[in-house]
T-cell receptor, first 116, second 114 residues
């Protein structure tokens, strides 16, 4: 199993450019998430998807859009990048142990994005 | 709303010491808690998951405990090594919901000196 994979690993954008961050998991998980991590701010949830075909806003959704293309893939799009979106972006997925009601989460390696 | 706090924010110890990292949460109605390790420039790696029905979970030199009633979890690292230097985060997922969103602490950055 590859687990959770993200592409690209690094990206530099100019203000106003657009790009899509790709994420895929091969663990058949229903739930997927996008976080950003900034120094002093911890991990903040941008968007999440409870299942294929559904997406919901997290704590900091402004300036982003997402697509849950299928059960495996969850992409994050920046339509018009701003310097404030310079960050490290992590994709994650989780498995629900339905009998016990708890989730176990797995993370991708991250994408380092710089917007100049 | 769940809040998760990790104290201290940073910890420096000499090699060989046993140490404890703390994680506190405000809503005790949890299903589980997960401890992660993050190396500089890397993603989060799951270390231990402890269910609400468990008091402890062990993996090698790591032992996680959970006290739901007091809203606390600890991660005990025995005989620390320089390779243990990393940031350790705890996370509390919303259990038994359709999404399992997690609340994370800000982490404790551990430095183990040779």
């Amino acid at each position: 199993n590859a687990g959770v994979t993200q592409t690209p690993k690094f990206q530099v954008l100019k203000t106003g450019q657009s790009m899509t961050l790709q994420c895929a998991q091969d663990m058949n998980h229903n739930s997927m998430y996008w976080y950003r991590q900034d120094p002093g701010m911890g991990l903040r949830l941008i968007y999440y998807s409870a299942s294929e075909g559904t997406t919901d806003k997290g704590e900091v959704p402004n300036g982003y859009n997402v697509s849950r293309l299928n059960k495996r893939e969850f992409s994050l799009r920046l339509e018009s990048a701003a310097p404030s979106q310079t960050s490290v972006y992590f994709c994650a997925s989780s498995y629900l142990y339905s009998g016990a009601g708890y989730y176990e989460q797995y993370f991708g390696p991250g994408t380092r994005l710089t917007v100049t | 709303k769940q809040e998760v706090t990790q104290i201290p924010a940073a910890l420096s110890v000499p090699e060989g010491e046993n140490l404890v990292l703390n994680c506190s949460f405000t809503d005790s109605a949890i299903y589980n808690l997960q401890w992660f390790r993050q190396d500089p420039g890397k993603g989060l790696t799951s270390l231990l998951l402890i269910q609400s029905s468990q008091r402890e979970q062990t993996s090698g030199r790591l032992n996680a405990s959970l006290d739901k009633s007091s809203g606390r979890s600890t991660l005990y690292i025995a005989a620390s090594q320089p390779g243990d230097s990393a940031t350790y985060l705890c996370a509390v997922p919303e259990g038994n919901t359709n999404a399992g969103k997690s609340t994370f602490g800000d982490g404790t950055t551990l430095t183990v000196k040779p």
